[in-house]
């Protein structure tokens, strides 16, 4: 189970950490990530990062802006926001899969419940 946290309302060019408690297995061993959705459009990638940390994988509309890590003592994820934008507004979902490493959604078998994030101008 998946449970994401952090989000709110911001400011553009303010910042959120958004945090991911991955309980009920063990995800040290998982590939993990982040997904974003605003209603009305498709979902995205946003980052991930590999089971030991060493390999992180951004994309291109988030990078410099946002940090992905992982505390695998605690079986958390987080997802450091900052610069943020009006256009970064979307629900945002943390995922996890045992085997795959990348930008595709349906590939991750885990998904948490998501946290809204909303940046005004």
């Known amino acids: 189970q998946l449970q994401a946290s952090g989000g709110g309302l911001v400011q553009a060019g303010g910042s959120l950490r958004l945090s991911c408690a991955a309980s009920g297995r063990t995800f040290s061993n998982h590939f993990m990530g982040w997904f974003r959705q605003d209603p009305g459009k498709e979902r995205e990638f946003v980052a991930a990062?590999?089971?030991?940390?060493?390999?992180?994988t951004y994309e291109d509309f988030v990078k410099g802006r946002f940090t992905i890590s992982r505390d695998n003592a605690e079986n958390m994820v987080y997802l450091q926001m900052n610069s943020l934008k009006p256009e970064d507004t979307a629900v945002y979902y943390c995922?996890?899969?045992?085997?795959?490493?990348?930008?595709?959604?349906?590939?991750?078998?885990?998904w948490g419940q998501g946290t809204q994030v909303t940046v005004s101008s």
């Open positions: 995922v996890a899969d045992p085997r795959y490493y990348g930008k595709i959604d349906y590939e991750y078998d885990y």
């Open positions: 990062i590999s089971w030991n940390a060493i390999t992180t």
